[in-house]
């Protein structure tokens, strides 16, 4: 999560305060083997030595620790999710606080500290008695074993301000208008002025800010194709194209999967396209990354069916991703400076694959996509209907390889099980389980069942993220 803390803190800062690294250097400096560094301090510049005190602060907790000649193992007890802290000393990152203070932070780690690096103290604990916050007052290291970054920490963000203004002494003028003009920019400069480029069009938030980016920088050279994939929610295809047409007003193409649209869309266009726009965000490059010893410093690969990694090694056409840095709730901010509809913005996640990441084994099998589409239709349309769309950040359902023994009809019935997932978030990095009212979920178990023959059984996913992942897939 060490990329997700630095992109936040990056947002903040302002840069032309500092000699600042540019965002390679920054990637480079995050992943440096502090072992093999002459000194920690050479990343310093000769301007301020908040550079360097932002860097270190970014490194996890256990990182430092391990190699500055401290000690991790794999702890007794893990800490997933939420968790409260208290403040041993008000120092470093938490010197705005009081010894004694407790927060609620969100936590995401199996090992623990057993041995502090020289020159290091303990400057929080959870309850549990986890190392949560330790500090080197004459290097001016930080660590902390907490995501401060993430919504589910409601402290965090102050923590991190206290950070960069107070201790650092940085300041603030980054604002989205810019990145507007910078990304249009980048990609006039990109493409050249005869060059034509596709948009993998999925009807989602990241691919449509996407396009509609592209779109006011190239116009009509951007060809934005929409795959019927036959893994589609009830009715998302005509409800997409027509947002499509009657709202954005996006040169889109419509193809059915069983076809090579690419041959197919240069019949169309008369020109090969050079160019391929995806709509990737910052947290597909984090979660899809590769495992160590690949090659690449990242961290493990959390979910294979993200943007990142999946493109066929052969292809011809160059990659134009001008979300790559952005999370989500960014993504929707620039999309309503872009004029997008605010409803289209507001519409939750959906998976590349589709529904089948939300078919569990076979997704041919029997006709488990027909019942998965009225369950989701009946979940989603409920939660529309009683005013709680916008409150959650993604809602589902998952078609489940199980029967159970059920009664129906005063007769036994041995049928499929569902299981229906709601969760709040800000940025999909981190979620916790969305708190239906018991009178919400009967009435929707009971139009379920009721409704969708072949299912007797629904069940509620009340897990968070982690120690989960937001889909089951």
């Avoid at 072992?35 to 920690?40: D, L, P, V």
């Avoid at 940025?427 to 969305?434: N, P, V």
């Amino acid at each position: 999560m060490t990329g997700s803390v630095a992109h936040h803190v990056m947002k903040y800062v302002d840069w032309d305060l500092l000699l600042a690294p540019t965002s390679q250097t920054m990637e480079q400096i995050l992943v440096k083997d502090l072992s093999k560094s002459r000194t920690w301090m050479d990343i310093r510049t000769d301007v301020e030595d908040a550079v360097s005190e932002m860097v270190e602060s970014l490194w996890e907790e256990l990182l430092i620790v391990q190699r500055l000649g401290g000690e991790v193992r794999v702890g007794e007890k893990q800490e997933y999710g939420r968790m409260e802290i208290e403040v041993e000393k008000n120092l470093g990152i938490l010197g705005n606080k009081k010894i004694g203070d407790r927060q609620v932070v969100w936590m995401s780690h199996g090992d623990e500290v057993v041995r502090l690096p020289e020159g290091f103290e303990v400057v929080a604990r959870s309850q549990q008695g986890g190392v949560a916050a330790v500090e080197n007052r004459e290097k001016r290291f930080c660590g902390l074993q907490y995501h401060p970054e993430v919504t589910h920490s409601p402290e965090g963000m102050d923590t991190l301000r206290y950070f960069l203004f107070d201790f650092c002494g940085v300041g603030a003028s980054w604002n989205m208008e810019n990145l507007v003009d910078e990304e249009i920019k980048v990609i006039k400069g990109t493409v050249g002025p005869e060059d034509h480029v596709i948009c993998a069009l999925s009807g989602g938030v990241d691919s449509t800010v996407a396009a509609t980016l592209v779109y006011k920088a190239i116009g009509d050279r951007l060809h934005c194709v929409f795959v019927d994939n036959g893994l589609l929610r009830y009715k998302e295809r005509e409800r997409v194209m027509e947002t499509f047409e009657r709202d954005l007003h996006l040169p889109v193409t419509c193809v059915d999967a069983s076809e090579q649209f690419l041959s197919k869309l240069k019949e169309k266009l008369g020109k090969k396209p050079a160019y391929l726009v995806q709509g990737t965000l910052y947290p597909d490059v984090i979660e899809s990354c590769p495992p160590p010893g690949s090659g690449r410093n990242h961290s493990h690969t959390i979910k294979s069916h993200h943007n990142v990694g999946g493109l066929p090694k052969d292809m011809k056409l160059k990659l134009i991703e001008p979300l790559k840095l952005l999370f989500k709730d960014e993504v929707r901010q620039l999309g309503r400076i872009l004029n997008v509809p605010g409803a289209f913005l507001k519409r939750h996640p959906f998976p590349g694959p589709g529904l089948a990441v939300r078919v569990l084994g076979d997704v041919t099998e029997g006709n488990a996509l027909d019942i998965l589409r009225q369950v989701d239709e009946i979940f989603i349309q409920s939660i529309k209907d009683a005013g709680l769309y916008d409150s959650i950040w993604q809602a589902f359902a998952v078609f489940l390889p199980v029967r159970s023994v059920g009664v129906q009809g005063d007769q036994r019935t041995h049928s499929h099980v569902v299981a229906l997932r709601a969760v709040t978030s800000q940025d999909g990095m981190t979620a916790d389980w969305y708190y239906f009212e018991h009178k919400f979920l009967d009435d929707v178990a009971r139009k379920i069942c009721n409704s969708v023959r072949g299912v007797n059984r629904v069940v509620q996913d009340i897990t968070s993220k982690p120690p989960s992942t937001i889909e089951w897939e």
